[in-house]
């Protein structure tokens, strides 16, 4: 590809008459240096940490002679350096236009919000699939699609990730995207230049507010905000108590949806229901012009939320409102409410939780079914904003008999210091707490002082298979823990018996 038509629309300045420079040829795209050669662009993108432009030279000797740069700095003659005033939002544009602006022949479906993106981005993923609409998902737990998975560094990819993915669904056969859409993403300019046909609302809580996300919820809302300006068609959930700020900056047609408020989708008639392997609820959906009947195998009102929003998606797209009810009634997500059929007379759950809105949603729903104890295991992120671990902390205090502290990706903080800061919440409360820095023992411990009818959480790491210890990512199964703790005890009381 020419230069000329990756920078199509790009505003820049040159040293260089662009008339000598535009025909230079291009191979590829790249913001690391480490994966420059012959041919490619540079981006010398600026980060929190990370400054690109230090990385130019090493990009120069790997055979890179364009870059895209903010700062005008020293490289030899023969590099050709276009200035740039921002120079994610030029990789966002240069992505795009380097893989053929490939959102453009999808049906992009962006989801934004605190709490809620996974499921709802997985669960339209998976009716539009049993629909006949081949779909693929972006997001926390990884790009899939036709039975193809891609591990992904960041909830939103980088734009340049992003686009090269969208290429390659549509090179597969894919028709539609469900993608999060992080406020990081929005704030980092990633999704820029994504077409998106529709963006949803889940909810909006303090969240990602310290030195290295937000500054302000302010800003955070801003951000969140900013993707209802890049759609054509926005769904709003019209209980949230930010919804009006929402709709109000959006650009495009909005329609909402509720449980309180008047929507156009609104669920009554709620009833909770509970097998072995699954925590369900089932209620009545009403719109302007008719009613009908909802499963979904998950609990509480969150879950009932996340329904309506992918309820919503399936009518706007037109999609036949019997295999769309039938596939919602087994639509799972890994790592989100998933209950463990490990032991017989007690519940384990593995939840994402790792916010208090989150917990607390997960810790009162499951009080809406019959059960012994609330027993909550969980710690906090190390490396960031303690507000965080004072808000699960006070959560699980209040609405749990019992909790294990362990640790949750402590990175490089001593995660006896992380549990000294959650342990604070418990003082004068009537909720016992048992501390256990190591997971894996924590876990164990768990199923071992189980009870009949106790409900277990193990809240924060949902569907990671790791553990973050001094910057490395260390294998962790909580889900393989759990079943070997519960086989466990299952030979240890036949043992008993037989003994």
């Not at 025909?23 to 600026?46: P, R, W």
């Not at 951000?223 to 209802?228: H, V």
């Not at 109000?248 to 309180?260: H, L, S, Y």
């Not at 205090?397 to 362990?406: G, P």
């Amino acid at each position: 590809m020419k230069l000329s038509n990756v920078m199509n629309e790009v505003k820049f300045s040159s040293v260089k008459p662009w008339n000598e420079i535009k025909d230079t040829e291009i191979k590829d795209l790249a913001y690391n240096s480490s994966k420059c050669e012959d041919g490619y662009i540079f981006i010398a993108i600026k980060g929190e940490t990370v400054d690109g432009h230090k990385y130019a030279s090493d990009a120069y000797k790997r055979g890179c002679r364009v870059f895209i740069l903010q700062d005008d700095i020293k490289l030899n003659e023969d590099a050709i350096k276009l200035i740039v005033e921002d120079s994610r939002i030029a990789l966002s544009k240069m992505s795009a236009n380097y893989f053929g602006n490939p959102s453009e022949e999808l049906k992009v479906i962006g989801v934004t919000g605190t709490k809620g993106k996974t499921t709802i981005t997985n669960y339209i993923s998976e009716v539009l699939n049993k629909s006949g609409v081949n779909t693929g998902v972006i997001g926390t737990n990884g790009t899939f699609y036709n039975g193809i998975s891609e591990k992904t560094v960041n909830t939103t990819p980088e734009s340049y990730e992003l686009h090269r993915i969208f290429r390659t669904m549509i090179d597969n056969g894919v028709k539609c995207v469900s993608m999060e859409v992080s406020s990081g993403g929005i704030m980092m300019e990633r999704v820029k230049d994504v077409d998106f046909d529709i963006a949803i609302f889940s909810n909006l809580s303090p969240d990602h507010i310290g030195p290295k996300e937000h500054p302000t919820f302010e800003h955070y809302l801003e951000c969140k905000a900013r993707l209802f300006t890049l759609a054509k068609h926005g769904i709003i959930n019209i209980d949230d108590e930010h919804a009006k700020e929402i709709i109000k900056k959006a650009t495009c047609d909005i329609e909402t949806f509720g449980i309180e408020k008047d929507a156009d989708l609104v669920a009554k008639s709620i009833e909770y229901s509970r097998a072995i392997d699954s925590l369900g609820v089932s209620f009545k959906c009403e719109t302007k012009n008719d009613s009908f009947d909802a499963y979904i195998c998950s609990p509480g009102t969150f879950s009932i939320y996340n329904a309506l929003a992918v309820i919503s998606v399936c009518r706007y797209l037109n999609v036949s409102q019997d295999v769309m009810l039938d596939a919602l009634k087994n639509a799972k997500v890994k790592g989100r409410v998933e209950v463990l059929p490990v032991l017989e007379d007690a519940t384990i759950i593995i939840d994402y939780a790792h916010n208090g809105v989150s917990l607390e949603n997960i810790l009162q729903t499951l009080k809406n079914y019959d059960h012994n104890r609330v027993i909550c295991l969980f710690g906090s992120v190390g490396g960031r904003t303690e507000l965080r671990r004072k808000e699960l902390g006070d959560v699980a205090a209040r609405e749990c008999d019992l909790c294990i502290l362990t640790s949750d990706n402590p990175d490089f903080e001593d995660p006896m210091n992380i549990i000294k800061d959650i342990a604070e919440s418990f003082e004068n409360t009537d909720c016992e707490y048992i501390v256990e820095p190591d997971r894996k023992v924590a876990i164990e411990k768990a199923i071992e002082i189980a009870q009949k009818g106790d409900m277990i959480v193990f809240a924060g790491k949902g569907h990671e298979e790791y553990q973050l210890i001094k910057g490395e990512r260390v294998p962790f199964s909580e889900t393989e823990i759990a079943i070997n703790a519960a086989n466990k005890r299952t030979k240890s009381e036949d043992t008993s018996v037989l003994a």
